[in-house]
């Protein structure tokens, strides 16, 4: 521990005495000073042992030492050394009575014990206290590098919290606890998600200190990874600040952490290639070749059914996932559905394939998973951020996703084009996430509903409108209840209560004006469409 007064006074070769302050001998001195100005606070930064003659001290003006050592105590002076038999014989009494007033410790130093004495041994105390600091920070690099080495990041934070006697913590990417020892620390550090994602939108590397949420101890919260963005966080809860041995611990940790992730950074690049040769060969129809490639790195995942999930950055949003890193980052809409995915499915412990595809993230999850359950929730997330007013970030972080059905390794091809049909249609909706599933069990005319086939329908019918707003028939009641009646005429015409003559009449009409024959089926489809996109179906 660093020197205190208390320690000087026990010094056997210093023979100093108490005479004031007796109760506040337990501060840390952070160095001895000699002053003999009347006001020596300019020149304190709190901490010291201030060593005075008196000489040139009004010390036995009662109300001018009353200031004095007021000054003293407010500038963080922990206490004052006065040396007798050199200007007087003892400390004089109004010094000594402001110091008891004050509560300010004051030491006798005797005429044989010089001023530098006291210096040489508050440094030798500093300099002792700064080598064991060393001394303990570096066993404690080398238990945690043993640690990180033999048992991985859960031994390493075991390690460090048994340093500090607190509790370390270790999140991912999107904020969740990976890690955390001793076990009921999990807990605590869950609570402070909130902050760690605050953490993690400063670039790296970032720290801050924060009060747990049962403000039970203090907590740092340090950034790692030496990308723009951070790639995790570490979390450490102690009683007090760290010493420096504790925070030799801590910068350790940090640097141990560090390497790991950019470790596993690399190793996620390097599984990423291997993830796209994979995906190639289930895509050309190859799931054995596929499953010969991919051996144990995807734990199942082929085997069973899953479902194939293909995103691209909206127009408008930021950069594109194409680094092959799968670090998310603001208006980096698929790097953060990458981080969401691959969060979920570590924590899940399931396999989880993600490709970069150009401008396009292709990913295959198990159905029913963690990874899709988590894909939802953020598309939902974001559908939510984008139709409320105002909301800041919408724009960067456009996305849209199409979801296939289940499907095994053998039908790899048709659930791909599942997901890019359902992406088309969430494009051409303004949705964020459409599922294939979903678009057979409703009607296909919300997938007419755009500016391009409105103005076909429109411009197919317009000649018909235009020959009704003359007042000379009804041509367009009378083509959609002959096209709902399939070409009934008798049943067409019963609808509207006309004669079936009346009928054939304006459907011969409906030919001359649009130059099309209602015998071709493609005719009738094209027709019957833009009646139902245009609204006019209803009588």
Same mark, same amino acid.
Request: charged fraction near 25%.
């Given at each position: 521990?660093?020197?205190?007064?208390?320690?000087?006074?026990?010094?056997?070769?210093?023979?100093?005495?108490?005479?004031?302050?007796?109760?506040?001998?337990?501060?840390?001195?952070?160095? !001895?000073?000699?002053?003999?100005?009347?006001?020596?606070?300019?020149?304190? #930064?709190?901490?010291?042992?201030?060593?005075?003659?008196?000489?040139?001290?009004?010390?036995?003006?009662?109300?001018?030492?009353?200031?004095?050592?007021?000054?003293?105590?407010?500038? &963080?002076?922990?206490?004052?050394?006065?040396?007798?038999?050199?200007?007087?014989?003892?400390?004089?009494e109004a010094l000594l009575e402001a110091a008891r007033e004050e509560g300010l410790p004051l030491l006798e130093v005797p005429r044989r014990t010089p001023f530098l004495a006291i210096s040489k041994a508050v440094s030798a105390a500093i300099a002792a206290e700064q080598y064991r600091a060393v001394t303990a920070g570096f066993a404690a690099q080398r238990e945690?590098?043993?640690?990180?080495?033999?048992?991985?990041?859960?031994?390493?934070?075991?390690?460090?919290?048994?340093?500090?006697?607190?509790?370390?913590?270790?999140?991912?990417?999107?904020?969740?606890?990976?890690?955390?020892?001793? #076990?009921?620390?999990?807990?605590?550090?869950?609570?402070?998600?909130?902050?760690?994602?605050?953490?993690? #939108? @400063?670039? !790296?590397?970032?720290?801050?200190?924060?009060?747990?949420?049962?403000?039970?101890?203090?907590?740092?919260?340090?950034?790692?990874?030496?990308?723009?963005?951070?790639?995790?966080?570490?979390?450490?809860?102690?009683?007090?600040?760290?010493?420096?041995?504790?925070?030799?611990?801590?910068?350790?940790?940090?640097?141990?952490?560090?390497?790991?992730?950019?470790?596993?950074?690399?190793?996620?690049?390097?599984?990423?290639?291997?993830?796209?040769?994979?995906? @190639?060969?289930?895509?050309?129809?190859?799931?054995?070749?596929?499953?010969?490639?991919?051996?144990?790195?995807?734990?199942?995942?082929?085997?069973?059914?899953?479902?194939?999930?293909?995103?691209?950055?909206?127009?408008?949003?930021?950069?594109?996932? &194409?680094? &092959?890193?799968?670090?998310?980052?603001?208006?980096?809409?698929?790097?953060?559905?990458?981080?969401?995915?691959?969060?979920?499915?570590?924590?899940?412990?399931?396999?989880?394939?993600?490709?970069?595809?150009?401008?396009?993230?292709?990913?295959?999850?198990?159905?029913?998973?963690?990874?899709?359950?988590?894909?939802?929730?953020?598309?939902?997330?974001?559908?939510?951020?984008?139709?409320?007013?105002?909301?800041?970030?919408?724009?960067?972080?456009?996305?849209?996703?199409?979801?296939?059905?289940?499907?095994?390794?053998?039908?790899?091809?048709?659930?791909?084009?599942?997901?890019?049909?359902?992406?088309?249609?969430?494009?051409?909706?303004?949705?964020?996430?459409?599922?294939?599933?979903?678009?057979?069990?409703?009607?296909?005319?919300?997938?007419?509903?755009?500016?391009?086939?409105?103005?076909?329908?429109?411009?197919?019918?317009?000649?018909?409108?235009?020959?009704?707003?003359?007042?000379?028939?009804?041509?367009?009641?009378?083509?959609? !209840?002959?096209?709902?009646?399939?070409?009934?005429?008798?049943?067409?015409?019963?609808?509207?209560?006309?004669?079936?003559?009346?009928?054939?009449?304006?459907?011969?009409?409906?030919?001359?004006?649009?130059?099309?024959?209602?015998?071709?089926?493609?005719?009738?489809? #094209?027709?019957?469409?833009?009646?139902?996109?245009? &609204?006019?179906?209803?009588?």
């Open positions: 521990m660093p020197p205190t007064l208390a320690s000087l006074v026990h010094h056997s070769a210093l023979k100093l005495t108490v005479r004031a302050g007796e109760d506040r001998l337990d501060v840390p001195v952070r160095w !001895a000073h000699v002053s003999e100005l009347a006001d020596p606070v300019p020149y304190m #930064e709190g901490g010291e042992l201030l060593l005075v003659t008196a000489l040139k001290l009004d010390a036995e003006d009662p109300e001018a030492m009353r200031r004095y050592v007021r000054r003293l105590a407010g500038a &963080g002076v922990v206490g004052i050394g006065f040396a007798v038999g050199v200007n007087y014989d003892k400390i004089p945690l590098t043993r640690q990180a080495l033999t048992t991985g990041p859960e031994g390493l934070l075991g390690a460090l919290a048994a340093q500090l006697d607190g509790w370390a913590a270790l999140y991912d990417a999107s904020g969740a606890v990976v890690a955390a020892a001793p #076990e009921w620390a999990h807990r605590r550090a869950a609570r402070l998600t909130a902050e760690v994602e605050r953490l993690r #939108e @400063r670039p !790296a590397p970032a720290s801050s200190v924060v009060g747990s949420p049962d403000n039970e101890d203090r907590v740092e919260l340090h950034s790692l990874g030496t990308g723009r963005r951070p790639r995790a966080a570490l979390a450490v809860g102690t009683a007090a600040a760290p010493g420096t041995a504790e925070r030799y611990a801590v910068h350790s940790a940090i640097a141990l952490l560090t390497l790991t992730t950019e470790r596993s950074r690399s190793l996620h690049a390097a599984e990423q290639r291997v993830g796209a040769a994979v995906l @190639r060969m289930l895509l050309a129809g190859e799931p054995d070749h596929a499953r010969a490639v991919a051996g144990d790195l995807y734990d199942g995942l082929l085997d069973a059914p899953f479902r194939v999930l293909v995103a691209e950055a909206s127009t408008g949003a930021g950069a594109m996932a &194409g680094t &092959g890193t799968g670090t998310g980052a603001d208006g980096d809409p698929l790097g953060a559905l990458t981080e969401t995915v691959e969060s979920a499915a570590a924590r899940s412990g399931e396999a989880v394939l993600a490709v970069p595809d150009g401008e396009r993230l292709v990913v295959l999850a198990a159905d029913g998973g963690a990874a899709v359950a988590a894909c939802l929730a953020h598309a939902g997330a974001l559908e939510t951020a984008r139709t409320a007013p105002d909301t800041p970030g919408a724009d960067e972080n456009a996305l849209v996703v199409g979801l296939s059905a289940p499907a095994g390794p053998s039908a790899a091809p048709a659930a791909h084009r599942q997901a890019e049909q359902a992406l088309s249609v969430a494009r051409r909706r303004g949705r964020v996430l459409v599922e294939h599933e979903h678009l057979a069990a409703g009607s296909v005319l919300p997938l007419l509903a755009d500016d391009a086939v409105r103005a076909f329908a429109d411009g197919l019918l317009r000649a018909l409108r235009e020959h009704d707003a003359t007042g000379r028939g009804d041509l367009v009641a009378s083509l959609r !209840a002959w096209l709902s009646r399939h070409g009934q005429w008798d049943a067409a015409a019963a609808d509207l209560g006309v004669h079936r003559h009346t009928l054939r009449y304006r459907m011969r009409r409906v030919e001359e004006i649009l130059g099309r024959s209602l015998d071709d089926p493609d005719v009738r489809m #094209e027709l019957w469409l833009a009646l139902k996109t245009t &609204g006019t179906e209803q009588p």
